[in-house]
Structure formats: structure tokens, C-alpha cells
């Protein structure tokens, strides 16, 4: 049967179970329960096997600012720029990063390294120096490369860049084509680690570099996030503008970007912070809600002092029309369509 217009429900039979309330309680006669301490009480049972709070920055972060766009073009244009993604022992976000480009009009070619034999691995160095060189774009997925071993993550991949015919090969990419760099989480980890951000070449770091340290949490996090666009300095984020706020997927167990305030500082000022956590408003916070690893300044992001060269926590890639759309937010980041317009 249809059900009776709003003005004749009353004349239905029924009977009234409770009424919503702007206050965030569950009350009846004689009894009124706070949501938050209900809530509380039942996160608490398993509080500590899986911790969902950890200790925060102190403070609150400010946002930063930077609206100065390089302008910065290769010498040479190209309608359909290659991508060379490298797939490392652990990496697992390869096809999904291939998808995002293609989508955004690049050509992308994924590449296995072998390193179950030394010839193995010799051979991959020299695939991969050789395909460095015939592309425009140089991508570094995601994934747990070497499990993460030895002694933290993206340092299998760093060694591998740190290899003298695959250190010619990206310097020369970025130095004398101006080509492009991008690395996502893993990839962040190993763009780090081999001094590419924020130095913008390949150096050995030390402890007044900038790093990523396990979270605060202790432990892996996957979720989504909400992050907002700090700088429209690099090409990465030519579609973008200051202020706008994207929710983005993270999978990681060692993102808190951390450095010496000096560092920090520099990096604002010289607009190399591409982006900050923030909630839902777009405010940068040190809240675990908001900034789920504990990152300094909030920062998920940063790039090269030129900005052709950029690294982030967030999974940009993992985004679709039916992905997560149980999620409020806006989760297409036009990050791939601004490393292929550079070269438009």
C-alpha cells in the first residue's frame, strides 16, 4: 500500500518511539546518556590491543600559504608523455598509478625489477636507466618495497636510485629535459631518502634532513584523510589552487613527516609544502582524527625547490566513481592531469 502524505500520518495508527535532538544524547524519562561517553565506552574495550589515540603535535598548525605558480615548461612539448612506473619487491599500486595516468592522457609503462640474482638485478638497473631515458615522467608507487627492511621503509628503492646508472639516468631526466618526478607514499618514503625532495637531487641526507618516522600511532594506519592544497608552485598542481580540500586514502606505517623547525621553515617560505592535513573545513590540525600519523605542521606533502619533483603520503591514485562513496568528500585530486599538462 502507499504510504499516507505527511499531513495524514497523524490520523494513522502509530506510536511515537522518540524525536531527534540537536543534543548528542539518548535520553528517556529519568535517564539521559551522552553519545561521546557511549561512544567512548565502547572504543575503550580494545583500546589497548588497537590503540585509536596517540599523542598529538602541541599546538595547532597554521595554514600555509603559497599562490606564486612557477610557470616553469620543458624545453620540449609532447602531446602524450610516457610514465615510467618501477614495480620493487612489495610494491602494490602499480596499476592503479598506471590507470590514474592513462586517464589523464600519459602514457604509462610499468616496469618489473628483478633482484632474485646479482645478473638479475644488473640487468633491471640497465632496463630501468634505459626506460628513464625515453620518458618525460618518473613515477614511484606505492606498496611495502622489501617489506620495508632493513631499518625502515623505501630503502631498497633508494638504493636502487642511488645506483650510478639509475642516478645518471633521473638526473638527467630532471636536470637537462626537465622532466618530472612524483612518489607516493612508498615512492615519498624513497624521494626522502635519496635527497630528490626537497633538494631536488639525488645526495646523501643527514639527521637535518627532512624524514618519515613511524606514526605516532605505533602502528599502520589505513583510512581516509582530508588534505589541503599549501602551494601552487610546482606543475603537479597547476589544476589546483590554495585552500581546496581533498579526501584522500592512506595505507602507511611510517608517515609522520618530520624535520628541524628551521628546515620547516624554509620550506614554507620557499613554497615547498604542497599540502596539509586538515579537517573537514579545511583547517590544518595536529588532531589524530585529522592528521592520523602526527606530521609536523600537518605537512603530507612536499616537492623539490622547483616543484618538478613531488612527494606525498596520500594515495591520490585510488580514487573512482564507485570507490568509497559511502565518503563524504572530494576524492578526485587532479594531481596526474597537472604532470601530464606541463608537457601540453
Request: charged share 20%.
Amino acid at each position: 500500500m502507499e504510504v499516507a502524505a505527511a499531513a495524514d500520518l497523524g490520523s494513522l495508527p502509530h506510536r511515537v518511539l522518540g524525536q531527534t535532538t540537536a543534543a548528542a544524547t539518548i535520553a528517556w524519562p529519568g535517564t539521559s546518556l551522552s553519545v561521546d561517553a557511549l561512544l567512548t565506552k565502547h572504543e575503550a574495550v580494545l583500546e589497548s590491543v588497537f590503540p585509536t589515540k596517540a599523542s598529538e603535535p602541541p599546538g595547532t598548525p597554521a595554514p600555509i600559504t603559497f599562490t606564486v605558480r612557477a610557470g616553469l615548461k620543458p624545453k620540449l612539448r609532447v602531446a602524450k608523455p610516457r610514465v615510467i612506473i618501477p614495480v620493487f619487491p612489495g610494491s602494490n599500486c602499480e596499476y592503479d598509478t598506471a590507470r590514474a595516468f592513462r586517464l589523464a592522457g600519459a602514457e604509462p609503462e610499468i616496469l618489473v625489477l628483478r633482484n632474485l640474482d646479482a645478473a638479475g638485478l644488473a640487468e633491471s638497473l640497465k632496463a630501468f636507466a634505459e626506460a628513464i631515458s625515453r620518458s618525460q615522467i618518473l613515477m614511484i608507487p606505492g606498496g611495502f618495497s622489501a617489506g620495508d627492511e632493513p631499518d625502515g621503509s623505501g630503502k631498497f628503492i633508494a638504493a636502487i636510485i642511488k645506483s650510478p646508472i639509475v642516478r645518471d639516468a633521473v638526473m638527467e631526466l630532471l636536470k637537462s629535459r626537465d622532466g618530472l618526478a612524483l612518489g607516493i607514499c612508498n615512492g615519498f618514503q624513497a624521494l626522502i631518502k635519496t635527497g630528490l625532495v626537497p633538494f631536488g637531487e639525488i645526495r646523501d641526507v643527514d639527521a637535518s634532513a627532512p624524514t618519515l618516522f613511524h606514526n605516532r600511532i605505533a602502528r599502520h594506519i589505513s583510512r581516509y584523510a582530508h588534505t589541503r592544497v599549501a602551494s601552487v608552485k610546482s606543475p603537479w598542481l597547476a589544476r589546483m589552487e590554495v585552500g581546496q580540500v581533498h579526501t584522500i586514502p592512506l595505507s602507511h606505517g611510517e608517515g609522520r613527516f618530520t624535520a628541524p623547525a628551521a628546515v620547516i621553515a624554509d620550506l614554507v617560505k620557499n613554497g615547498q609544502v604542497a599540502f596539509q592535513y586538515c579537517d573537514a573545513a579545511g583547517a590544518p590540525s595536529n588532531a589524530i582524527e585529522f592528521n592520523p600519523n602526527g606530521s609536523l605542521e600537518a605537512i603530507e606533502g612536499i616537492t623539490s625547490p622547483c616543484g618538478r619533483v613531488l612527494g606525498k603520503m596520500g594515495h591520490s591514485e585510488r580514487t573512482g566513481a564507485n570507490v568509497a562513496k559511502n565518503i563524504p568528500g572530494n576524492k578526485h585530486q587532479p594531481l596526474f592531469q597537472g604532470g601530464v599538462d606541463y608537457f601540453a
